[in-house]
């Protein structure tokens, strides 16, 4: 069991805007930097934002993080199918110098 | 443009040993500081070990403390994970992951504990 907590499914039809969740406590994500990654099937997993909101070059701006207190989200507008894949969040435990993952959320394209 | 490339994995009995390797090109890797992250079939990502850019700070996951050992040779640009007293559970896809940030991945290597 995943120490911050995601969602195991998502879903949205094309053009839609979709949110996924990840909750965690104040020792993790109300004290640290959240990041989100995504994975296609078959691949590693790609950093999609970083320093809770920040996109890294070359991610499309249809997708945002947010963080307040011990949640953070991502969000996804104007769903495309080519987002279909597992996204994780993370973050580094400054205090336990050891890194975290939510347990993922698969999200599927209708 | 930033490489990671995992190697030496593959198919070991419970309670043997394996050595993986990551090959990085493309920055600067004594700036870094270098983790492994596992992936177990069908299952989500699992921090394993973290070493800093001077090998000065080491830390691992409590399921594989004792077990196994992160370091790095920054002149020949590689990271390393040694991993003694296997067990089925550690059968898993394993990446290499710059700094704390996880901001670049290998294209993994399969470990595959078994009998």
């Known amino acids: 069991q995943s120490v911050l907590t995601q969602p195991p499914s998502a879903s949205g039809t094309p053009g839609q805007r979709v949110t996924i969740s990840c909750s965690g406590s104040r020792s993790n994500i109300g004290s640290n930097i959240v990041n989100w990654y995504q994975q296609l099937p078959g691949t590693a997993p790609k950093l999609f934002i970083h320093?809770?909101?920040q996109r890294p070059s070359g991610v499309p701006d249809r997708f945002s993080g947010s963080k307040s207190g011990t949640s953070a989200s991502l969000a996804i507008s104007g769903l495309q199918s080519e987002d279909e894949a597992v996204y994780y969040c993370?973050?580094?435990?400054?205090?336990?110098?050891?890194?975290?993952f939510g347990g993922g959320t698969k999200l599927t394209v209708l | 443009e930033v490489q990671l490339v995992e190697s030496g994995g593959g198919l070991v009995q419970p309670g043997g040993s394996l050595r993986l390797s990551c090959a990085a090109s493309g920055f600067t890797f004594s700036s870094f500081s270098m983790n492994w992250v596992r992936q177990a079939p069908g299952k989500g990502l699992e921090w394993v070990a973290y070493?800093?850019?001077?090998?000065?700070?080491?830390d691992y996951a409590d399921s594989v403390k004792g077990r196994f050992t992160i370091s790095r040779e920054n002149g020949k640009n590689s990271l390393y994970l040694q991993m003694n007293d296997l067990r089925d559970g550690d059968t898993a896809v394993y990446y290499c992951?710059?700094?704390?940030?996880?901001?670049?991945w290998g294209q993994g290597t399969l470990v595959t504990v078994s009998s």
């Open positions: 993370a973050v580094w435990d400054e205090s336990l110098n050891e890194g975290v």
């Open positions: 320093g809770n909101d």
């Open positions: 070493i800093s850019t001077i090998s000065d700070i080491i």
């Open positions: 992951a710059r700094d704390r940030v996880f901001d670049y």
